[in-house]
């Protein structure tokens, strides 16, 4: 028998471009996904984990993920999170949340102020996560980025803070920074630990043939994480 | 009553744009040492009161209009009002 799929709702955003891709990988590591428009006030009942995807909401007007924050469904994620569930923000999903306040910093315009699209590597630094508790710590993954506004910004003593409470989760390895991120950060996690957002496109990696199948240890880790959320009241 | 909201990249904070806006100017032989790039909001607040508008306006740069991480806002009111 094969084990139950816990339902994972993607957020499509006007200007929402990797929710079908998201949603498609997710189901290849084993989850039921489900598209939630943004203006839907509420989550499906049954949703173990929420993914906010890549893309330009609202056509990233003002700055990134300022204007989407005040989806309806935001507020529903939300309250998703404050209830402990997980919730992963990519790309604009991360921009998203960092302007919602469900993660700490702002991601700014990358410091070559190119439009930078390639497979970076990253170095899993906290693996006691939702999101990376199929990764070795240390574990290098090859993932893709594609963004204009990926540079991570923390001010000095947020960035102290979030380094020494590891929720610098992971890191571009090797010097390869490819946005200017302050101390190469790709992802960070929130002080409860269950919101995590990168700039990196785990959804674009799931299958070694599209060139990595490192991004689906990132998406299996959280349907595992989703399962027991979900599945956890009924054994 | 017309009010205009002037966001800019905070002291300290790196602005690439900035830098390059600069390095442009100094390509056409212009005479800068520093430049940085912000964003001019021209709001039409249904507010008669200044005060009342300037209020208004703040509450907006807080909620929306900047980040306050990384930009600072100043509010421009017509004459100079409260």
Redesign the interface.
């Known amino acids: 028998m094969s084990a139950p799929r816990p339902c994972v709702a993607v957020v499509v955003f006007p200007g929402s471009q990797d929710d079908r891709d998201a949603a498609w990988a997710l189901a290849a590591v084993g989850a039921e996904p489900e598209l939630v428009w943004h203006a839907e006030t509420e989550l499906p009942s049954r949703t173990g984990a929420v993914v906010l995807p890549g893309g330009f909401s609202y056509g990233d007007y ?2 990134c993920g ?2 989407a924050r ?1 989806a309806p469904a935001m507020r529903a994620v939300a309250a998703f999170a404050r209830d402990g569930g997980p919730v992963l923000g990519i790309c604009n999903g991360f921009q998203i949340l960092c ?1 919602a306040g469900l993660l700490p ?2 991601l ?6 190119s439009f930078v699209c390639r497979d970076v590597d990253v170095v899993v630094e906290n693996a006691a996560t939702p999101f990376t508790r199929r990764c070795e710590p240390g574990q290098r993954l090859t993932i893709p980025v594609k963004h204009g506004e990926g540079c991570y ?3 000095p003593e947020l960035l102290v803070e979030l380094e020494a409470s590891g929720r610098v989760v992971l890191r571009y390895a090797g010097g390869d920074n490819p946005n ?1 991120s302050v101390a190469g950060v790709a992802g960070v996690v929130s002080a409860a630990g269950n919101v995590m957002g990168l700039m990196p496109h785990p959804e674009h990696a799931v299958d070694p043939l599209l060139g990595s199948g490192d991004g689906a240890l990132i998406l299996a880790s959280l349907v595992e994480a989703a399962a027991e959320r979900v599945f956890a009241a009924v054994r | 009553m017309r009010v205009t909201v002037l966001v800019r990249p905070k002291a300290g904070i790196l602005d690439r744009q900035g830098q390059a806006v600069e390095s442009s100017l100094k390509h056409l032989g212009f005479k800068v040492s520093g430049a940085r790039v912000g964003r001019v909001i021209d709001l039409d607040v249904n507010e008669s009161d200044s005060a009342a508008a300037r209020a208004a306006a703040a509450r907006m740069c807080e909620q929306l209009l900047a980040n306050a991480l990384i930009e600072s806002y100043e509010i421009e009111l017509p004459d100079g009002g409260a």
């Open positions: 003002l700055r300022a204007i005040f302007e910093g702002v700014r315009p990358n410091a070559s102020l910004y923390a001010p200017g």
